[in-house]
């Protein structure tokens, strides 16, 4: 790898294009960056937007982004429902009800909130240790349990086709908008299937701050590198040179700071991971240097 050397750890805040899988972003950044990466919450190959890929041991923080919230523009076009929920699937039924803007809005705040939404079977949800697409795939009958999931925003933009509406989305982790499309048009008494969809957050990361894989080169990866601790919203801790030893040593070390959790830095400011106080001793809860 020619360039400067890259750090070991850090985001790169991917824009997949439509039609590229996540994992193949995934490889792209692993290949440039020669450290193993991953990716903070897939996007579907038809889905484009925000992709942050965790670089090296940034991908520990994985079941911290998993939560996160996160913004989207869909698309949904009704009178048809697909075995997908997306207009990549085969179309199952038909009609022709296109409802107005004025019934849609009406419609939306009823999924606003907590709020229990079926999966797709068309997913990465497991059933007895096998994913539901693998099954779908193969034509099995089968069932998902519904979820909780959270809306805070769904509103509509405006009508984008004849049969087609543009949406906006805030939602919280592990909310599916193909879900939504199919459950908003049962209760308009239609269908809908997903025909676009656009990530615009995820978790902080915005899509006007995001950068596309086929412009990274080995020499100019490292500027569009996000330190960890950037997106972290702790507060700051720096360990004293007498207290870094113990620390580093996996030991407690006592503090003043409030219970909570710290971004933590070596007495000569480099960043070193999270930690966590209980009011009277700090002690490291994530190594991510």
Known sequence: MSGTAFPVTGFINVNKASGASSA?????????TGVPCGHLGTLDPMASGVLPIAVGNATRLFDYFLTKRKRYIAEFTFGIATDTLDTTGTVTAECDKIPGEEEISAALPQFCGEIMQVPPNYSAKNVNGVRGYMLA??????????????????????KSGEKTFRFEIECGGGTYIRSLARDLAAALSTYAAMSALCRTESGGFKIENSIETQ???CDNIYNYLIPTYSVLPYPK????????????NGLSVETA??????????????????GISDGKTLKSRL???
């Open 137 to 158: 795939r193969q034509g099995r009958e089968f069932s998902l349990p519904p979820k909780k999931v959270s809306i805070g925003e769904f509103r509509l933009l405006g």
């Open 24 to 32: 193949r972003e995934v490889a792209v950044i692993k290949r440039l």
């Open 215 to 217: 412009a990274l080169t």
């Open 287 to 289: 190594k991510l240097c």
């Open 257 to 274: 700071l409030p219970a909570g959790e710290y971004s933590v830095f070596l007495a000569e400011g480099c960043f070193y991971g999270v």
């Open 237 to 248: 801790a720096v360990l004293s040179a007498s207290d870094e030893r113990k620390y580093l």
